[in-house]
């Protein structure tokens, strides 16, 4: 047995049921122990996820420690029809997770002694129990960054905004490392605290797994999704309604519909599992588009990778507020190989990795003639099939297992125990 432990907290990690979040820490998991670590999983109860599914739980490696502390989500287990008081959810719903989350967490460190612990973001508890358990134990604590914790004007509240700013501090503070998904997002905390040696600071992009897409190969249907000469175009995941704010999409998709230049026999886009469905139908009905919009509920992921592998076109969305960050699902779109259509800010990070794998259609997520535009190129293109996805050689160097090779570097180069 490896005396090299790293102690994981993460929030996201099967049964969970959501959309790529999940995918980061249960890759980390899956690959640690082939560069001669092995992690051991704190992670919330079941009971504090809305949803929940099985489809994942085979893939937490066979033996590897799993412990799953009481917490509870504030909205849904402490309310008061729909109602709580803000200090109850603070740093997040999920705050009653930290007592126990402390207590199991110094149990491991207490019995396993890692040499490391890593805790992961956007679930402030989790970085709150790390930090936390560094400062009882003296562990080096790398704490990963999927999202930055604060920018100007977010999170919106401002009692919520002064909180994570000071765990943030504190985090910065106290880390060894800290961990983020984007060029950008390293480069305003790097600006944000100058006073931190530039090592302290790392990228470790997200990325698809090789092994899920193989799995979902096997037995794909062959066919495409649509009917004869209809179109159909995917948005997998969550779309946030201000961040990757798809009204003029919508706006663009009306006005083609009115000018006579589609039909829901020609283009039917999907999006699947959105977060906000209720918000959607609602709009969509407003826009006159719900007969060529369809919003789909969540299923399983491979189920969703196959969905991606059938689809024409592969839609995505990220607003300019949202410049520093790439969305995880752009991954699995390079290796699904299938085209995308990115709607998003020409200053963003996203539109950078765009073209570095070489991805032509993208238009400015704010500007409908543009949308509107691309959407008419694109499907003149795909009638005449001239449609192409990310070259797989290009898609390849996203892989999990290669940001697995990334993040064992640094866990090497820690200091040892304070």
Request: charged share 25%; with cysteine.
């Amino acid at each position: 047995m490896t005396d090299k432990r790293v102690l994981m907290i993460a929030y996201h990690y099967p049964p969970v049921r959501t959309s790529s979040g999940i995918q980061r820490t249960l890759k980390f998991s899956s690959y640690l122990r082939d560069h001669g670590w092995e992690p051991m999983i704190l992670t919330i109860s079941p009971r504090a996820y809305e949803s929940v599914s099985n489809d994942q739980m085979g893939e937490i490696p066979e033996g590897m420690v799993v412990e799953r502390a009481f917490g509870l989500d504030t909205a849904r287990h402490l309310s008061i029809k729909g109602r709580y008081l803000r200090w109850m959810a603070q740093p997040d719903r999920w705050a009653s997770w930290w007592p126990m989350g402390v207590i199991k967490g110094l149990s491991l460190i207490r019995r396993y002694k890692p040499k490391a612990i890593f805790a992961t973001y956007p679930i402030a508890t989790a970085h709150l129990i790390g930090l936390t358990l560094q400062r009882l134990t003296g562990v080096p604590l790398i704490v990963d960054f999927r999202d930055a914790m604060t920018e100007p004007g977010y999170p919106v509240n401002p009692t919520t905004w002064k909180l994570h700013r000071k765990l943030e501090q504190a985090l910065i503070k106290h880390c060894s490392r800290a961990v983020f998904t984007t060029n950008g997002t390293r480069e305003m905390y790097a600006k944000r605290y100058p006073n931190i040696p530039a090592e302290n600071w790392a990228v470790i992009e997200n990325g698809f797994d090789e092994e899920n897409f193989r799995d979902a190969e096997n037995g794909l249907d062959a066919s495409r999704l649509g009917a004869d000469g209809q179109m159909i175009l995917v948005h997998s995941g969550v779309l946030y309604p201000q961040e990757r704010d798809p009204k003029p999409f919508f706006t663009a998709l009306r006005d083609m519909k009115n000018a006579g230049e589609i039909s829901a026999d020609k283009l039917k886009v999907i999006l699947r599992a959105t977060g906000s469905d209720d918000y959607y139908s609602k709009l969509l009905s407003e826009f006159g588009i719900d007969d060529i919009v369809s919003i789909e509920p969540m299923v399983a992921y491979r189920t969703a990778l196959q969905e991606m592998m059938r689809a024409d076109g592969l839609l995505l969305l990220q607003g300019a507020a949202c410049n520093k960050q790439i969305p995880a699902k752009l991954y699995e779109y390079a290796r699904a190989g299938r085209p995308i259509l990115a709607l998003t800010d020409f200053a963003s990070n996203t539109a950078e990795l765009l073209g570095k794998l070489e991805t032509p259609w993208v238009a400015d997520i704010a500007e409908t003639e543009s949308i509107r535009k691309l959407l008419g190129d694109v499907m003149s293109q795909w009638r005449r099939g001239l449609l192409t996805g990310v070259r797989r050689e290009l898609a390849d160097g996203c892989s999990r297992r290669s940001r697995t090779d990334e993040l064992v570097r640094i866990l090497d180069s820690l200091p040892e125990k304070a």
